[in-house]
C-alpha cells in the first residue's frame, strides 16, 4: 500500500505536468525541481530537468528526449543555513547504481539526478537547508528553503511489550519529533508465517500492513505525538484483510511499528488541495510550488520503526478464538 506522502507526492507532479505548465513553453525555459531529503539517509537526490520549447512539436516525442528533458551541466548545491557550508551536487545517472525512473511520460533512460554526501553536513543535522540550481541558459536561479524533519524517536515502552491487544484494551503508541514536523504516517506491520497446498506445506514468511493513521497532524504538543487506538480493531482488521481457507494454516510471529514524518511542505499541499476538493471548491486541481524562479517540490521526512515486537498470550488466545480471526486458522 502506498504512504500518504508518496501519494501527495503523485497529485503534485499530476497537477504541475497537466493544469499549470505546458511541457512545450513559448519563449521561456522553466526549471523543474523535485526532492525529498532525510537526515537519516546517507546520500540525499535531487532532480532537476525542464519544461522546453518547440513550437510545433510533438509534446509526446519531446518529454522522451533526454538531451532535452536534462541541463547537460549546471551547478546544484545545497547551503547549511546555519553555518553557511556548501555541499556541491554530483551529477549522476542513478542507473549505475541500480535506481531506475519509474515509466511514465517522461525519458526513463538515463535518471539523472543530483547526488549530495549527508556526511558533508558534519555530525549535527542541520535544521534548514537552501538548494540553489544555475545554469548560464538560466536568466536567474533557481533555489528552494526548506526546514529539515530530524530527532524523530519511537518512544520506548509506548505501547509495553509483549504487546497485549485484548478487545476492550486501548493501545498507545508514542514518539519524539522535532518543531519541523507537520505531518505523520503510522502504520503497523503484522509478520506472520503461512502455509498451504500451494506452499507444499513449507511455512512462509508473510506479513500485512494496517494503516493505524495517515495525514495524522501534529497535536497540543509541539515535540510529542501518539496514538490511540482499541485492541478489537486488530482482529477487526485481520478479519477483513486476510483470506478465509481451510487449507491454509497460519502462526502469528511479531508486529512492526512504522512511523514516517514529513515537512511543512506535505502539510500545506494537503491543505491546499482538501480546501479546493471540498463543497465549495473548483474542478482544477491547484499547484503547489515552493521553487523559486522555477515549479517543483522540494521538502523533507524520516522514517524510523520498532521492530519485532511480540504478541501476549492474551492476544494470541483471541487471535486463533475470538469471532472476528477464528476463521482464519492460526495456531
Same mark, same amino acid.
Given at each position: ?61 519531446? #518529454? ?44 526513463? #533512460? ?40 530530524? +530527532? ?32 505523520? +504516517? ?41 496514538? #490511540? ?24 510471529? #511479531? ?77
Amino acid at each position: 500500500m502506498k504512504k500518504v506522502f508518496e501519494a501527495i507526492i503523485i497529485l503534485l507532479i499530476v497537477s504541475s505536468c497537466e493544469t499549470d505548465f505546458n511541457i512545450e513553453a513559448s519563449e521561456k525555459e522553466i526549471p523543474v525541481v523535485y526532492g525529498v531529503l532525510n537526515v537519516s539517509e546517507p546520500k540525499q537526490y535531487i532532480r532537476v530537468q525542464r519544461a522546453f520549447l518547440s513550437k510545433g512539436g510533438n509534446v509526446a516525442d519531446l #518529454s522522451k528526449d533526454p538531451d532535452i528533458l536534462y541541463y547537460s551541466e549546471g551547478r546544484a548545491i545545497l547551503t547549511v543555513t546555519g553555518t553557511g557550508r556548501t555541499i556541491l551536487g554530483k551529477r549522476i545517472n542513478t542507473e549505475d547504481i541500480g535506481i531506475k525512473r519509474d515509466s511514465g511520460f517522461f525519458a526513463e #533512460s538515463p535518471n539523472i539526478l543530483y547526488e549530495f554526501e549527508t556526511k558533508e553536513w558534519l555530525l549535527t543535522p542541520p535544521a534548514k537547508v537552501n538548494f540553489t540550481f544555475e545554469n548560464e541558459s538560466l536568466f536567474k536561479g533557481v533555489s528552494a528553503q526548506i526546514s529539515l524533519v530530524k +530527532d524523530l524517536q519511537l518512544r520506548e515502552g509506548v505501547p509495553s511489550a509483549p504487546l497485549n491487544l485484548g478487545y476492550d484494551r486501548v493501545i498507545t503508541i508514542g514518539w519524539n519529533h522535532s518543531t519541523e514536523t507537520k505531518l505523520f +504516517d503510522l502504520i503497523m506491520r503484522i509478520n506472520y508465517l503461512e502455509k498451504s497446498n500451494k506452499s507444499n506445506g513449507i511455512f512462509l514468511d508473510k506479513s500485512v500492513d494496517w494503516v493505524l493513521k495517515d495525514h495524522l497532524e501534529v497535536g497540543s504538543d509541539p515535540t510529542k505525538g501518539s496514538f #490511540s487506538f482499541k485492541g478489537i480493531e486488530f482482529f477487526k482488521f485481520l478479519g477483513s484483510a486476510l483470506p478465509i481457507s481451510s487449507d491454509i494454516q497460519r502462526n502469528l510471529k #511479531s508486529v512492526d511499528i512504522l512511523l514516517t514524518a514529513g515537512g511543512t511542505e506535505f502539510k500545506e499541499i494537503l491543505n491546499l488541495n482538501q480546501a479546493n476538493f471540498g463543497l465549495t471548491g473548483s474542478n482544477s486541481i491547484p499547484r503547489y510550488n515552493n521553487i523559486e524562479n522555477g515549479i517543483g517540490f522540494l521538502s523533507s521526512r524520516m522514517k524510523v520503526s520498532r521492530t519485532d515486537i511480540p504478541l501476549s498470550s492474551v492476544t494470541l488466545d483471541s487471535l486463533r478464538l475470538g469471532a472476528h480471526t477464528r476463521s482464519l486458522q492460526f495456531k
